[in-house]
């Protein structure tokens, strides 16, 4: 939604939360299902209902838990059936600088007293995550802490052991030392969204003392969109691709009229410098695996020449896809999709003319934020979060390898005569095992952003993959794929559970990177044969539709089930007798590890 | 007068998310039904945007009905 996307106006936002929600509820989308725990330091029910619209934006809608007002501590470390019968998805903390209750101003302090100050206070949250992962296993979102509003000691207040300022910050930093050593446990970074909001405006006092508001409502938006982007991001529906468009988007100018020369880019003038930072701000996302693109109406060797200029920091090969022609611009962001086998609507889009915007965003669903000043392009890109970086696993780290890799394998896949004939020569190897610690993150990813072939859809916290790897009437499996041009990673999933002589496929998805490379067929004779040697003689299968997966409806059918039940909704159901069964046949080489 | 009537009547709309609202001078919380505490305070707010000023502490909590936040208004706001 248009409203939705940075920058946004707050007031219009927090005045039409009532409107904008039942816009969003009606908009005939399908949306999976959350339950998300707010255990809250201060009033926070605008802040719920703005995070609420946010997810029904991305696609998620929640319901909600809220603790008594500022009994976020006692409802989370106490028994509390309330709770327990909520069994939250995600657990969100939030609570302000006006929560800590340690600290005191007194100048005969000394430094030992202020530590022990400091870690009383570190340990009263500690106990509070501590008690909530043992009771709930569940993702926990914990902000930092804002800066204080008065400095009694003027500057000296930030590094005297005596000042608030000092206090917030160390404080900040204990909390996270725990981030970088505990799963599953994310900062709500408050203390930045409330410097780039100002922090006058931020804090509003009136607020606080009319109805205990820590943060005045015109914030509101500013925080729920980054919480949002949190709890979206753990659900695994971040965006994956950066789109972007190269004349007076990505350089000033336009390369097929002013020439490789007369492009503005580089050093030399203020708009120049600007753009230049704006290519590295993209380049950057190479690194924590999103997969970049270029959208451009050119020639392609003009486009190539512009991005082969010493001035201009991102080159060909660090896109993915370069699509510059005459096409239009929707055309050209579907025709990527299919070549990267992602969805367009997890694209985002940038573009410097708002028409094209329009277009793309109307016929594709990709994200295109209002990009109208270079100055201002890398902010709004920035603060949409639609790259919010939860877990960062090895496979984000080497997705462009991959990428580059497929682009490979498209071209050779044009040599062969037949299809079997090329898959041989990929000389594929898999290696299909149980779930092992080490997998933990990615198949929780997997489970939450693979859409397309996926035959139940069933979403998983990392607590559920544990539980289920730990169980030992599942059989799991993960699946990594690799060939002679590199490595896929973790691709496909299963899970099996297996009740006396009969098993039920709970869940069974793959990457839509790896289609049609025989790897499903891989999966489930590991499955079965796994199956098996346990005593199954029969499995049963079911695809559960969803607007996104016909790609699967038959698919049980190529496995050699049979279909016992088709439902008027399109659900069907599937057996298969493992007596006599025949192995499944595929190109790829299996390993144990 | 009436110009400020409408404006703060088209708040009461958007706040509530009811295009039949009507409001008058004599109109109080118990009038509308999602006028509640926490609603008061998304109303107080986008009032005060809507005519680019603020109440008091004492005046947000003293209004006894519209008409008495009518006359804050035609006094300070814009």
């Known amino acids: 939604m248009k409203e939705l996307t940075y920058p946004f106006d707050s007031s219009e936002l927090m005045k039409n939360k009532k409107k904008l929600r039942r816009l969003l509820l009606n908009d005939g989308r399908t949306r999976f299902k959350k339950k998300i725990a707010f255990l809250c330091g201060s009033t926070a029910d605008d802040i719920i209902k703005m995070t609420e619209i946010f997810l029904l934006d991305m696609g998620i809608e929640c319901e909600f838990y809220k603790s008594e007002y500022n009994k976020f501590w006692e409802d989370g470390v106490f028994d509390n059936p309330h709770l327990n019968k909520f069994a939250p998805d995600i657990i969100l903390i939030h609570t302000t600088n006006r929560n800590i209750r340690s600290y005191v101003f007194d100048m005969t302090v000394d430094c030992k007293q202020a530590e022990d100050m400091l870690s009383e206070e570190y340990r009263r949250f500690e106990t509070l995550w501590e008690s909530l992962r043992e009771k709930y296993n569940c993702p926990i979102i914990q902000n930092n802490f804002d800066m204080p509003l008065y400095r009694v000691l003027g500057n000296r207040d930030i590094w005297d052991h005596h000042g608030f300022g000092n206090f917030i910050t160390k404080l900040n930093m204990r909390f996270y030392e725990y981030a970088s050593s505990h799963e599953s446990f994310y900062i709500n970074d408050i203390n930045y969204i409330s410097a780039q909001y100002g922090l006058e405006k931020w804090a509003d006092p009136s607020y606080w003392y009319m109805y205990k508001y820590a943060l005045s409502p015109e914030c509101i938006p500013e925080l729920s969109l980054n919480i949002a982007n949190i709890i979206k991001s753990i659900f695994g529906r971040n965006k994956k691709v950066l789109m972007t468009d190269l004349d007076n988007t990505l350089w000033g100018g336009v390369v097929g009229d002013d020439g490789v020369e007369g492009i503005e880019t580089g050093q030399e003038t203020a708009a120049g410098e600007c753009f230049s930072e704006f290519q590295e701000y993209i380049r950057q996302h190479k690194q924590i695996g999103i997969v970049l693109g270029v959208n451009s109406k050119n020639d392609h060797e003009n486009a190539l020449a512009g991005l082969e200029s010493p001035d201009v920091a991102v080159k060909p090969d660090d896109f993915a896809v370069i699509k510059a022609n005459w096409e239009p611009k929707s055309i050209n962001l579907e025709e990527a999709a299919g070549e990267l086998n992602l969805l367009p609507e997890s694209f985002v889009f940038l573009d410097d003319n708002p028409a094209e915007r329009e277009i793309v965003t109307a016929q594709t669903g990709a994200s295109a934020p209002c990009l109208d000043n270079i100055h201002e392009y890398i902010r709004t890109v920035d603060r949409n979060g639609y790259f919010e970086v939860t877990a960062l696993s090895h496979d984000d780290l080497e997705r462009n390898d991959m990428y580059m890799a497929d682009k490979q394998r498209r071209e050779t896949s044009k040599r062969f005569d037949s299809y079997e004939d090329y898959l041989e020569s990929l000389e594929m190897r898999a290696v299909i095992h149980g779930f092992e610690p080490a997998d933990i993150p990615r198949v929780t990813q997997l489970t939450n952003k693979s859409n397309q072939f996926n035959l139940t859809t069933r979403r998983y916290t990392q607590g559920e993959i544990e539980a289920a790897s730990a169980d030992e009437n599942c059989i799991t499996l993960c699946g990594r794929l690799e060939d002679k041009f590199g490595s896929y990673g973790i691709v496909s999933v299963m899970i099996g559970r297996v009740d006396g002589d009969a098993m039920d496929i709970e869940l069974w998805l793959m990457s839509c990177r790896v289609l049609r490379r025989g790897m499903e067929y891989a999966m489930m004779d590991r499955l079965l044969e796994q199956a098996s040697v346990r005593g199954v003689k029969e499995v049963k299968g079911h695809y559960y539709k969803t607007p996104k997966n016909s790609m699967v409806k038959e698919l049980y059918r190529d496995m050699v089930f049979e279909k016992v039940l088709e439902e008027p909704n399109g659900d069907s159901h599937w057996r298969l007798c493992l007596q006599g069964r025949q192995k499944l046949k595929y190109f790829i080489d299996i390993k144990e590890s | ?78």
């Open chain 2, 1 to 78: 007068m009436g110009n400020v009537m409408n404006r703060l009547e088209n708040v009461f709309r958007d706040v509530f998310d009811d295009d039949r609202i009507v409001i008058s001078e004599n109109t109080t919380a118990a009038d509308i039904e999602d006028w509640d505490s926490l609603e008061h305070i998304n109303l107080i707010a986008a009032v005060e945007k809507e005519f680019g000023m603020r109440f008091t502490m004492k005046e947000v909590s003293g209004m006894k009905n519209v008409g008495e936040m009518l006359d804050i208004i035609c006094e300070r706001g814009k």
